[in-house]
C-alpha cells in the first residue's frame, strides 16, 4: 500500500487540455546612409532653419473617441495548461522537477519504484495561451471564444486600461459557436459595452477591432463589412459569420467588433491565412448569435438546442436531387440516428421532409433553424414526402447536444457519463477515470480488511488521474482522507472541490505476477 500525498497547488480539474500558444519573431534591421562620404562629419548647415515642436494638441476623430470609450471594457486573456503527458521516467535526482514544481520527483518516485517497476508520465512545461474577451455585465461578465479558453487550468483577465490583473472562472461555453462566458470579481462596477443588432450590419459599414493579437493589448484596427452571413470550410451549423478586412491576428480572438457608434456588432473569432497572419479577411461571430448564447448560458448554464437525430447534405446537388423527386424544397434525410427522435416518430432514410409544423421547409438550414428553436421534450409535426406520398409524423424534439455526442461529434462533458461498452457498472466522474467496486478476489489478494476501495477500470488521457500517474487497476481507499467504499462517495466529495484545492489521493496498487 502506497500513499499519494502530494498536494497539488492551482490545480483545475479539466476534460480535456487545449490552448494555443504563439511566438513572435523580431526581425532587426539596420539602416545605412548610402550618401557618398556619409561617415564624414559637414559641419553647421547655415541655410537650414531648426524644426520646432509644435503645443500638444488632441486631433479627435470618431476612431479615436471610439477607442478611448471602449479601453475599459475590452480585456487580455491569458491561459495555462498542462499538454498531454508522455511516457518517460522521473528525473534521477530529487529537488526542483523539469516544469519548476518543486517536490514532484517524491510523488513520482512512489510510483517508479513501486513492485511492479510502472513508471508515471513524464510531465512537461506548463504552456500558455492569450486572447481577447469583452465585458459585457457591470458584476464582470466576459464573452470571449470558447478556444481561448478551452482546457485551461487557469484564466487570468487582466484590464490593460490599468494593469489591474483577475483570476477569472469558467460559467459556461458553447462549442457549436466558439462562445464563452467567464467572470471576474473585481471588487467594483464595471463598464461593459454597448451591444449592436447584428442584422442591421451592411456591407461597406465600418467596423472596428479590438482586442490584444500576438498579446499586444488594447489594439485597435479599422476596416469594412465585407460580406455577412459568411459560410466559411470548418464552420459549425450555427456559425455564420461577418466579413471584415479590419486587421484581426491571433489574439484578437473572443474580442469585439464594432461599428461606427461604438456598438459591437460581433466577436471575432477566426481569420482566413495562408501564414497564420493578416491578410484581410477576418471573422467575427454576429452579436445576435452570442446575445443568444450568453443569455442560455448564465441562465440554465448551457446552451440548450433542439434536434431530431437525422443527417443530411448541404452539398449544391441537393437540390437537383429533389427535382428529379418531383419537389422544389425540402430535406432529403440521408441517414436517421438510431434510437433518435426521428427514428421513434417513424422517419426513415430517402424521406424527404416539406414541412415543420404545417409550414414549408426550404432547406437544410431552415430546417435546423426551426428544430433547435423548439423546445426540448416538446411534440411537433413533421410533413414528409415518401415515394410520392404525404405523411405526417409526431416527433418528441431531443437535446441536440446529446445527440451530437452520440454521434461522435461532440465531446462529452459534465459529472457523469454512460459506462463505456464492455465495462458493465463503471462510470465517469471528473477526475477522468473509469471505476468499478473492488471484487471479493481483488479484496483477499490486496489483504483489505474491509469493504472500501474503488477499482480504475480506464484513464481519460489529458485527464486530471493521467496528470496524476493514476493506471488501471489502482485501487482507490480514500481521497484527502475521506475513506471511498462507493461511486457515490467520489461523486460526493468531487461536488465540494472548487478549481486550485488540492487533491490527495489514497491508493493500493497490486503487484503484478511474475514468472
Do not use: C
Amino acid at each position: 500500500m502506497g500513499w499519494m500525498n502530494k498536494l497539488r497547488q492551482q490545480k483545475l480539474l479539466t476534460f480535456t487540455l487545449l490552448v494555443f500558444t504563439l511566438s513572435i519573431g523580431i526581425l532587426i534591421g539596420t539602416l545605412v546612409n548610402t550618401g557618398v562620404n556619409a561617415a564624414k562629419s559637414q559641419g553647421p548647415a547655415p541655410d537650414a532653419m531648426p524644426l520646432v515642436i509644435p503645443p500638444a494638441s488632441q486631433i479627435s476623430n470618431e476612431f479615436s473617441k471610439l477607442a478611448k470609450r471602449l479601453e475599459p471594457s475590452v480585456v487580455y486573456i491569458s491561459t495555462d495548461y498542462k499538454p498531454k503527458a508522455i511516457p518517460g521516467h522521473s528525473r534521477p535526482n530529487g529537488g526542483e522537477d523539469e516544469d519548476g514544481e518543486e517536490g514532484l520527483d517524491l510523488f513520482r518516485r512512489f510510483f517508479r519504484n513501486n513492485p511492479g517497476g510502472e513508471s508515471i508520465p513524464r510531465r512537461h512545461f506548463r504552456q500558455h495561451g492569450t486572447g481577447s474577451g469583452v465585458i459585457v455585465d457591470k458584476n464582470g461578465y466576459i464573452i470571449t471564444n470558447y478556444h481561448v479558453v478551452d482546457g485551461a487550468d487557469h484564466i487570468t483577465v487582466k484590464m490593460p486600461h490599468d494593469e489591474s490583473e483577475h483570476k477569472a472562472r469558467l460559467i459556461g461555453s458553447d462549442l457549436e459557436t466558439d462562445l464563452a462566458v467567464i467572470k471576474i470579481d473585481a471588487g467594483r462596477a464595471l463598464l461593459p459595452v454597448r451591444i449592436g443588432n447584428s442584422e442591421a450590419v451592411q456591407v461597406g459599414d465600418w467596423a472596428i477591432a479590438i482586442g490584444a493579437p500576438f498579446g499586444l493589448e488594447a489594439t485597435v484596427t479599422a476596416g469594412i463589412v465585407s460580406a455577412t452571413g459568411r459560410d466559411i470550410t470548418g464552420a459549425r451549423q450555427f456559425q455564420r459569420f461577418i466579413q471584415t478586412d479590419a486587421a484581426i491576428n491571433p489574439g484578437n480572438s473572443g474580442g469585439p467588433l464594432l461599428n461606427i457608434n461604438g456598438e459591437v456588432i460581433g466577436i471575432n473569432t477566426a481569420i482566413a491565412t495562408e501564414n497564420g497572419g493578416y491578410q484581410g479577411v477576418g471573422f467575427a461571430l454576429p452579436v445576435n448569435t452570442a446575445v443568444t448564447v450568453y443569455n442560455a448560458i448564465i441562465t440554465t448554464g448551457k446552451m440548450a438546442r433542439g434536434s431530431i437525430g437525422i443527417q443530411f447534405n448541404k452539398y449544391p446537388k441537393s437540390q437537383e436531387l429533389l427535382k428529379a423527386l418531383g419537389l422544389k424544397e425540402g430535406v432529403l434525410v440521408e441517414k436517421v440516428t438510431a434510437g433518435g427522435p426521428a427514428e421513434k416518430a417513424g422517419l426513415k432514410g430517402e424521406d424527404v421532409i416539406v414541412a415543420f409544423n404545417g409550414k414549408p421547409i426550404r432547406d437544410g438550414d431552415d430546417l435546423v433553424s426551426r428544430v433547435s428553436q423548439s423546445p426540448i421534450g416538446s411534440h411537433q409535426t413533421l410533413t414528409v414526402d415518401r415515394d410520392g406520398k404525404r405523411f405526417n409524423f409526431t416527433v418528441t424534439i431531443g437535446d441536440r447536444e446529446q445527440q451530437l455526442i452520440a454521434a461522435g461529434d461532440l465531446p462529452a462533458h459534465g459529472a457523469e457519463a454512460d459506462p463505456p461498452s464492455g465495462a458493465a457498472g463503471t462510470s465517469d466522474v471528473r477526475f477522468g477515470l473509469g471505476l468499478r467496486p473492488v471484487n471479493e478476489g481483488e479484496r483477499q489478494a490486496a489483504k483489505l480488511e474491509n469493504q472500501r476501495g474503488m477499482v480504475i477500470t480506464r484513464v481519460e488521457e489529458n485527464s486530471f488521474a493521467e496528470e496524476l500517474g493514476l493506471i488501471e487497476k489502482d485501487i482507490i481507499l480514500s481521497i484527502n482522507r475521506q475513506s471511498i467504499v462507493t461511486l457515490e462517495d467520489i461523486k460526493r466529495i468531487q461536488a465540494k472541490l472548487k478549481p486550485g484545492d488540492p487533491v490527495a489521493f489514497r491508493v493500493l496498487r497490486p503487484t503484478p505476477l511474475t514468472r
